[in-house]
């Protein structure tokens, strides 16, 4: 057991992405604005001009579609796109654009799917390069229309967006008798059946190296609730087959170490080079059941226990209670918000509220009918997926914090739950 747990936490063997490729589904998003907030304000207005043979060809019709799906992506650029002949010669080309209306400029060099892809953004006022890339030939053009999204928001509004990430969550086919281990795009398109059982099956975590990625998650047996791994190819392996009830792992941003819930305790586990074997200890003793644990950087954790949300410091062994009043249930850690998501009852309903830890302040997300739960985040710490239930339907959904608007990413006729968020994957592109 402990052999396959060094493995897992230290291999840096890049697994087969294959599996992520194919285009957009017809999965469509459905917005749900009750009790939210106004909007992100005025888009921004983008011109894209794809340069190549200067014909619409299929592959480069799929690249824009997606490239515009993602520049628009909750109104954040108006977008005009236009097949081109030949890239601007001079820089009063550019600047026209900006008695047009137009914010910035951006144009992409993409001829097929062998050959190497350029792109360039300009700020059209002065017309000026902002930044630009030449990518190597990629297997899929969504990858690539994902991958230079992300960077032209990045440019002009400092904001990491979730193109590059993918969303786990677990399916129930109740007619089948089955539970499948699904992973989408951040908007819900391009669904994968990564791994089906007739056991039941909770709580999909992300492991924290993009490139190694698989999913740990509890898995019910006929003598216990052991934890176990899913590679990208659907493999599983078993992780931690210990008597009692395991569910919930946390893996420090290092990958190093884990702390995960064994029945009702927070338990600790790292791999000893020196002696070449797994250690596992309990983490505290509690006096009620403990559950939902996110390890921080430092070591201190995050975890919920008796209708309270906690903070555990590693340092002194201290115990704090951040959020008491109520019940309060599954909380999950941002580091790139140092905020902490979870479920709280309100007049007899699951709610989201965010706790800040660094202000020390909450705020409330949702509101409405319909219970909100086990909230995960993205690794930009602006969403967070959550499963809406309400009477016989469990769908994924996903909020934005800062505007509280919430949509969907599956559909009503399906049962769904346990969200998991991974970081962000392309690193080519990214680089």
Known sequence: MHTVVKWFMLTSTLFCMQGFGGEQSSVQIHIDTAGANSSLGAPMKLFVGVLGSGRQRPDCARFVQSLEHCLAFEKRFSVASK?????????????????????????????????????????????????????????YVKDAAYGIAYRVIEELMA????????IAFIENDKKNKKNYVMVVDFDGAS???????????????????ISNPYLVLSEFTPTNVRLVAIDMEGRKYVVF?????????????????????????????????????GVHHRVFEAL????????LANGDIVYCSGG????????TGKRVALVSGGYNVAPAYSTAANQIIYSSRVKGV?????????????????SGKGDKTDPCWSPCGVYAAFCFEKGSESRIAIINKNTKEYWFITAPDRYCRCPSWSSYFNSLILA
Not at 288 to 295: D, I, N, Y
Not at 308 to 315: G, H
Request: hydrophobic share 40%.
């Open 191 to 209: 669904p994968q059946v990564l791994f089906s059982s007739r056991r039941i099956l909770l709580v999909p975590t992300w492991s924290p190296k």
């Open 159 to 166: 904001q990491k967006m979730p193109f590059l990430t993918k």
């Open 288 to 295: 009620a059941v403990s559950a939902s644990p996110s390890v």
């Open 308 to 315: 309270k949300i906690w903070y555990y410091v590693a340092a």
């Open 350 to 366: 699951m709610q989201l509220f965010v706790y800040d830890l660094q202000h020390k302040t909450t705020k409330q997300l949702t």
């Open 83 to 139: 097949i081109l002949e030949n890239a601007p010669l001079k820089k009063e080309e550019i600047t026209a654009l900006f008695g047009q209306g137009y914010d910035a400029a951006l144009y992409v060099t993409f001829e097929d799917l062998h050959k190497p892809i350029e792109w360039r953004l300009y700020e059209t006022k002065s017309g000026e390069m902002v930044s630009g890339k030449r990518l190597a030939a990629l297997a």
């Open 241 to 277: 087959d210990q008597p009692g009830t395991m569910v919930g792992i946390s893996y420090r941003s290092d990958g190093k170490e884990v702390v995960y819930c064994r029945s009702g305790s927070i338990w600790h586990y790292v791999y000893d080079e020196n002696i070449h074997k």
